[in-house]
């Protein structure tokens, strides 16, 4: 496929503490990101982050998002950008002397340009901005992510938001308190770099996070280390002092992920998030929960450590390859429900996730960016269901061995499609728990 999105998550840019709200979007935009691509989609991110901003919490959550790096190129686009500024009849001095805006380098009006274009979707109460260097800077950034995007046909009509546009898709993904700040900026580039690729800006707006109880404002540092605790008493709770053991920090580090990727992105981006952050709030043994998708993964990891222990002790011969095996021993519903409600369909599945439907009018845009984790939570209660109730690994009798190698190469194509879901949310598969 040929085409760009650039995925700007302004939750990103600026001192501020990170909060939950914040980190929806940001886990929204790398998990799209990942779905684009393994659509062949070209993906650009944006902002880079800067060295000193110091969050942790991306890098705890395996979140991937590009760093910068420096360079002249930028500060040209700025002085580009203001130089457009200085010949565009919808700015204007701003008022100098007590009470005047700081830092602010002209007043430009949006509303009228909004009103003269005929543009639908934008707030009514868009009026004035007044542009401060960072306002151009991050226009700038946007900027050099559309330069930086392989377009196989730039006269190609921006008609579509589709992964297979051969146009650069520029798509603001917002926590709904950010909103009318990122439709400002959207405007203003429209006002000063009118083209195909401004035009093209869409909005993915994300629904509110409600934290239940909180003492004070919880940041979303203190949200992983709370998580990361939960997760840490729930996993001794079940497996004693197992869960102590210095090899498994690294698998509570990734249930942690787990837990918080799947309660920020099973939900539907438009609607509201509620979370819980009382202690009993977190368990292993919930079904709809990252936790148990995870484990679910690692039993399918066991059952094949095990069968290739007993093929290296002489218990059973190697697994033949598909194509030498008969699927009509499978008899159970289960191993039916498996391949065509999830191995069939897994393709689908994925570029179904990465779709971006483009609105009939306005700005917004939706996502079906929840499809991959309940994909993921119905794919672990069927095949938990099905692995509690049939005995995989039989008899060592060779009269035996069609049906139990049939089963084995099924449970293989059932852990792939874990592995490659898992893979979108930037997880990776547990070999243990």
């Known amino acids: 496929r040929t085409g760009c999105v650039v995925l700007h998550c302004p939750a990103l840019r600026g001192p501020a503490a990170l909060r939950p709200r914040h980190l929806r979007s940001v886990l929204l935009a790398d998990h799209l990101a990942q779905l684009l691509r393994a659509q062949g989609v070209c993906v650009r991110l944006v902002p880079a982050l800067s060295e000193e901003s110091g969050w942790d919490v991306l890098r705890q959550l395996r979140i991937c998002w590009p760093s910068a790096s420096g360079g ?8 580009a950008l203001k130089a457009a500024l200085g010949r565009c009849p919808c700015a204007a001095a701003c008022e100098q002397g007590p009470g005047a805006a700081e830092g602010a380098i002209c007043k430009v009006h949006l509303k009228s340009f909004v009103e003269q274009h005929g543009l639908l979707g934008y707030d009514p109460n868009l009026d ?59 405007v203003l580039w429209r006002i000063l770099d009118p083209g195909a690729h401004t035009a093209l800006q869409k909005h993915l707006v994300c629904g509110p996070v409600k934290v239940t109880n909180p003492s004070s404002p919880i940041g ?69 929960s990252g936790a148990f998708v995870m484990y679910n993964c690692a039993r399918l990891a066991t059952l094949f450590n095990a069968f290739q222990q007993a093929v290296e002790q002489g218990t059973y011969p190697p697994l033949p390859p598909a194509s030498e095996l008969s699927f009509s021993c499978l008899r159970e519903e289960g191993e039916w429900l498996l391949l065509f409600n999830y191995l069939l369909p897994f393709p689908e599945v994925l570029q179904q996730a990465a779709q971006l439907s483009p609105p009939s009018k306005g700005i917004r845009i939706t996502a079906n960016t ?41 449970l293989a194509a059932v852990r792939d499609v874990f592995h490659s879901a898992l893979a979108t949310l930037h997880l990776p598969p547990l070999s243990q728990i």
């Open 72 to 79: 002249s190129s930028l500060t040209d686009a700025v002085s």
């Open 220 to 288: 979303a540092d203190q949200y992983f280390q709370l998580r990361k605790r939960q997760m840490y008493e729930a996993s001794v709770i079940k497996y004693g002092e197992l869960a102590q053991d210095e090899a498994w920090t690294e698998v509570i580090d990734t249930l942690t992920v787990a837990a918080i990727r799947f309660e920020m992105l099973s939900t539907a981006h438009r609607s509201q998030i509620t979370l819980n952050l009382e202690n009993n709030s977190i368990s292993t043994k919930g079904t709809k």
């Open 128 to 186: 004035v901005l007044l542009v401060t260097e960072g306002t151009l800077r991050s226009l700038a950034e946007l900027q050099e992510a559309v330069l930086q995007c392989p377009v196989s046909d730039p006269m190609a009509p921006p008609a579509s938001l589709s992964p297979s546009s051969s146009c650069c898709s520029i798509v603001h993904v917002v926590n709904c308190e950010e909103e009318f700040q990122q439709q400002q900026l959207d």
């Open 370 to 410: 929840e499809t991959v984790c309940k994909f993921l939570i119905q794919l672990s209660m069927d095949f938990s269901s099905y692995y509690n109730r049939v005995h995989v690994l039989g008899e060592p009798f060779p009269h035996l061995f069609d049906q139990m190698f049939a089963r084995l190469q099924l």
